[in-house]
């Protein structure tokens, strides 16, 4: 039975933050994500959306995926700020090793996902 959000206390958002507050990042990947968020965020307004969402593309992952990825961290709002960037990046990693994606992926995979064109200054720091 499909829940209408509307009707009970619970929303989206609230959603999206217990998955997040549930996703317990590794230092590896607190740093990767966020030095991810910095180049992403092209404009430098503290979020991912608009024009910034091209970064985006260059994971590989199709068109559906990214809309998927998009409806699952943005919960109805038109920018990724840091919360909704840690659930993007769990969901690219989860797609680019080839799960289907839904909230609840974002606890059962970890890791850093790749990017065409980047190379991460902080995950080179952690392996080396």
Do not use: C
């Not at 998927?68 to 909704?84: C, D, F, N, P």
């Not at 769990?90 to 850093?112: E, M, P, Y």
């Amino acid at each position: 039975r499909k829940r209408d959000f509307a009707q009970h206390s619970i929303g989206p958002r609230a959603i999206l933050l217990a998955a997040v507050g549930a996703m317990a990042l590794s230092a590896t990947e607190q740093a990767a994500y966020d030095e991810l968020f910095a180049l992403a965020d092209g404009d430098g307004d503290g979020a991912v959306g608009g024009a910034d969402v091209a970064f985006l593309t260059k994971s590989g992952l199709n068109n559906e995926q990214l809309a998927e990825v998009w409806q699952l961290s943005a919960a109805g709002k038109r920018a990724l700020g840091k919360a909704e960037w840690y659930m993007a990046m769990r969901l690219v990693v989860a797609a680019q090793q080839g799960h289907a994606l839904d909230g609840s992926i974002v606890t059962k995979v970890s890791g850093v996902p790749t990017f065409s064109g980047v190379t991460l200054t902080s995950t080179a720091a952690a392996t080396s």
